[in-house]
């Protein structure tokens, strides 16, 4: 993603680091404003959803510890699905 120089300043101004950016834009609620640009904001709505879905993989991470999947490098496709013995 390209940030404008404007941004680059008020973000430094704002305490606004790259990773809060990305996150805004990749989890927030989009709205259409004047001027042709959108403006991306983490609603109450979006927050919820996003604890639902970290206490969700919490709840799933002992049991994917003991998991392990196998990829192609060339084709990226999943080759198989184990259980770990240790």
Same mark, same amino acid.
Not at 67 to 74: G, N, P, T
């Given at each position: 993603?390209?940030? =404008? ?9 704002? *305490?606004? $680091?790259? /990773?809060?950016? /990305?996150?805004?834009?990749?989890? *927030?609620?989009? #709205?259409?404003?004047?001027? *042709?640009?959108v #403006?991306?904001?983490?609603r109450?709505?979006d &927050?919820? $959803?996003?604890?639902?879905?970290l &206490? ?7 049991k994917? =510890? &003991?998991?392990?999947?196998?990829? =192609?490098?060339?084709? *990226? #496709? ?9």
């Open positions: 993603m390209h940030i =404008s120089k404007h941004a680059k300043i008020r973000c430094q101004q704002r *305490g606004f $680091r790259r /990773d809060y950016l /990305d996150f805004i834009i990749n989890n *927030g609620s989009a #709205e259409s404003k004047p001027g *042709g640009v #403006e991306y904001r983490l109450n709505k &927050k919820a $959803r996003i604890q639902s879905q &206490k969700r993989q919490l709840q799933s991470l002992d994917l =510890s &003991k998991k392990a999947v196998i990829v =192609s490098y060339a084709t *990226g #496709e999943v080759v198989t699905a184990y259980n770990l013995t240790r």
